[in-house]
Structure formats: C-alpha cells, structure tokens
C-alpha cells in the first residue's frame, strides 16, 4: 500500500474527515486513473464521464473497501470495470460487431483534438487497436503504465500466468504489426 493510503482511507470512512480525504484521493489518482480509461476508451469526453463514474462509484463504496488490496489496486479495477462496462454499452447501443470497436475508437482517437502523437505514435495505437480487448487492456497497463503482474491480477481478476501470456501474445501482435503495416 502506497504512503499514506491506509491513512486516507480511514479519513474517507469517517464522516467528519471523508470530503477532504475525497477531494485528496482525487487529486492523487484523478490523472493516473484518467490515462488508464484513456487508453481503452480513446477519446476525452468519454474519459472523462467514466473517472467521474469511477469517483462516485468509490465514494459510494468506501465503507466497503476491506483493504484486502492497495488503495490503488481497487481503484484501477473500478476504472477498468467501467470502462468495459462502458465500451459494452456502446457496443450494443450502435449494434457494432466485436471487430468494429477497434475502428470506432480508432476514429475515436483520430477525431480527437486532444491527441498529441505524431504518425508513429498513432500507428503505435492503431496496433494496439487491433489487440483483443483484454490483450489490449494488460499491453497497456504493463507497456504504459508499468504495473506488476501482481497487481494487474487484482485488478483484472485474472492469474499471473494468464496476464503474462496476454502481454507476450499482445506484444507480439503489436510488433507484427508494426513491421508488416504500410500506414
């Protein structure tokens, strides 16, 4: 558990402490937790409608965190829920065939005003795209974000060895990718 996190979570369980103890658990993870549902959702607005989910989703639950993970463990997993929750709803309010959410957020990422990256970084992304869902999510939380395996475990539910396979088979579709695209 990071510095001061069981600190924290003892203010946002009680009530006289819980608003400010929020407003700095916000101001601790609201960017972390932002690039996160960024990079599987792909576009700003959405992001943003999704980590506010996401606080009021913890604010809502705090007294039922047991702390049996890190503070940020259980706050990546809310985020990555909602996030799937959210690109599930999408999915069958337009009726997309599971192949085309990777072209919806691709345009999603084209579209977007916020995107910095220059041809290499988008083509970058495109690969990534092409990834299954929860290749793509573990390539990026491994690839970006630099999280241990164990800790992805918490998160995602899933076994280390499980995580690893998706990482090693996401990384070298990316790289397949990569080489054999004429973009």
């Known amino acids: 558990m990071e510095a001061g996190d069981h600190e924290l979570i003892m203010e946002l369980k009680q009530e006289n402490t819980r608003d400010l103890a929020f407003h700095r658990l916000v101001k601790q993870y609201e960017e972390r937790l932002y690039w996160h549902i960024r990079k599987i959702v792909m576009n700003h607005e959405d992001t943003d409608d999704i980590l506010q989910n996401t606080f009021i989703k913890v604010w809502k639950n705090i007294d039922n965190?047991?702390?049996?993970?890190?503070?940020?463990?259980?706050?990546?997993?809310?985020?990555?829920?909602?996030?799937?929750?959210?690109?599930?709803?999408?999915?069958?309010?337009?009726?997309?065939?599971?192949?085309?959410?990777?072209?919806?957020?691709?345009?999603?990422?084209?579209?977007?005003?916020?995107?910095?990256?220059?041809?290499?970084?988008?083509?970058?992304?495109?690969?990534?795209?092409?990834?299954?869902?929860?290749?793509?999510?573990?390539?990026?939380?491994?690839?970006?974000?630099?999280?241990?395996?164990e800790d992805m475990s918490v998160i995602l539910n899933t076994s280390v060895g499980a995580l690893k396979a998706s990482y090693h088979h996401a990384a070298k579709k990316v790289e397949e990718f990569l080489k054999n695209s004429d973009w």
């Open 65 to 149: 965190f047991r702390e049996e993970s890190s503070l940020f463990t259980w706050l990546y997993r809310i985020a990555t829920n909602e996030s799937i929750t959210f690109l599930n709803s999408k999915k069958r309010r337009s009726l997309l065939p599971l192949n085309d959410v990777s072209d919806y957020l691709m345009e999603n990422l084209a579209a977007d005003p916020y995107f910095e990256g220059d041809k290499i970084q988008m083509k970058l992304q495109h690969a990534i795209l092409q990834l299954p869902e929860k290749q793509r999510i573990v390539f990026n939380m491994k690839y970006f974000d630099e999280i241990k395996y």
